[in-house]
Nanobody, 116 residues
Framework: QVQLVESGGGYVQPGGSLRLSCVAS????????MSWYRQAPGKERELVANINTAGGMTNYADSVKGRFTISRVNAKNTVYLQMNSLKPEDTAVYYC?????????WGQGTQVTVSS
């Protein structure tokens, strides 16, 4: 059974930082591209970042380049999203995602709120 469990969200002031974690189980994590998505109220879910299996290649949405960093530790079945210089427009529910045998799997999401 595939499980993706996010943690690390919360409330932070503009300019602050948070680190999200996603612990995966039920599949061969080291063979899967992993992604972070987010969905703000009234908006569609959007890709934030993804990372290849070995962690050497990453891709970011233009809106987060230079502020967010995705990384993974395959030995821990965990993918991270370090978020710095947070802005109010980063407020959203953040989801961990994996595509396995052409099926998309999602975590339950973790809320990030950036506000003064």
């Amino acid at each position: 059974q595939v499980q993706l469990v996010e943690s690390g969200g919360g409330y932070v002031q503009p300019g602050g930082s948070l680190r999200l974690s996603c612990v995966a189980s039920g599949f061969m994590f080291g063979y899967s591209v992993m992604s972070w998505y987010r969905q703000a109220p009234g908006k569609e879910r959007e890709l934030v970042a993804n990372i290849n299996t070995a962690g050497g290649m990453t891709n970011y949405a233009d809106s987060v380049k230079g502020r967010f960093t995705i990384s993974r530790v395959n030995a821990k079945n965990t993918v991270y999203l370090q978020m710095n210089s947070l802005k109010p427009e980063d407020t959203a529910v953040y989801y961990c995602q994996a595509t396995i045998l052409s099926r998309d799997f999602w975590g339950q999401g973790t809320q990030v709120t950036v506000s003064s």
